[in-house]
């Protein structure tokens, strides 16, 4: 409850001539960093973004999960984007993963840079040592990401967008390889993804 005051106190008190935006996503498998987040049943997310032509952006996302008695993952994040000597764009940022009713939450610091699509993204915990790292390609139409998650095992993703009926649709592939050690388990996904944005 604090948590949710606090999103909305944060937003009730940025400037008003800032941009606004929400969505709202069906996805056939709720897929993060290559391991399924829902046991491989749908998954239903949405969230609001606030963006500022200063580069400031927050905002809150939440979706249902299933795993370690957790059945809703509520996410808060704000940061900085913006582009270095006109072609470089970056993102710096912080994000915090909640859990409600479970002992699971945890946060992250980020930064991002890319040039032309290609680029890398590096996230480091406050607590732990698990962070991970991610090299990734994207156009209007095409995303591939290759990640290492530290303790946990790397990923590999692929995927198509394209507009069905007005709304924004995506199938791609997910793969996952457990860390020896990691008691994780090695998974392969095949997904669909339909949203809007408004």
């Known amino acids: 409850m604090k948590k949710g005051m606090m999103t909305l106190?944060?937003?009730?008190?940025?400037?008003?001539?800032?941009?606004?935006?929400?969505?709202?996503?069906?996805?056939?498998?709720?897929?993060?960093?290559?391991?399924?987040?829902?046991?491989?049943?749908?998954?239903?997310?949405?969230?609001?973004?606030?963006?500022?032509?200063?580069?400031?952006?927050?905002?809150?996302?939440?979706?249902?999960?299933?795993?370690?008695?957790?059945?809703?993952?509520?996410?808060?994040?704000?940061?900085?984007?913006?582009?270095?000597?006109?072609?470089?764009?970056?993102?710096?940022?912080?994000?915090?993963?909640?859990?409600?009713?479970?002992s699971g939450d945890f946060e992250e610091?980020?930064?991002?840079?890319?040039?032309?699509?290609?680029?890398f993204s590096y996230y480091e915990p406050l607590e732990g040592d698990a962070n991970y790292m991610e090299a990734f390609y994207s156009d209007d139409y095409v995303s591939i990401s290759y990640g290492d998650y530290n303790g946990y095992g790397t990923n590999f993703l692929v995927a198509y967008a394209f507009p069905l009926f007005g709304y924004d649709a995506s199938v791609g592939y997910s793969d996952f390889s457990a860390e020896e050690g990691s008691e994780m388990e090695d998974e392969d996904s095949v997904f669909f993804t339909l949203g809007a944005s408004f």
Do not use: C, K
């Not at 840079?113 to 680029?119: D, F, L, P, R």
């Open 109 to 119: 610091f980020y930064i991002s840079a890319s040039y032309e699509g290609m680029g």
């Open 9 to 102: 106190v944060m937003f009730l008190t940025l400037p008003m001539f800032a941009e606004l935006s929400g969505n709202f996503t069906f996805s056939s498998n709720y897929i993060w960093r290559g391991m399924t987040q829902t046991m491989d049943d749908p998954g239903y997310s949405g969230g609001f973004d606030y963006s500022h032509e200063s580069g400031f952006y927050a905002g809150t996302w939440g979706s249902n999960v299933a795993f370690g008695g957790a059945g809703l993952e509520l996410d808060t994040y704000a940061g900085f984007t913006g582009v270095f000597e006109g072609v470089i764009d970056y993102d710096i940022g912080y994000i915090d993963y909640a859990y409600p009713g479970t």
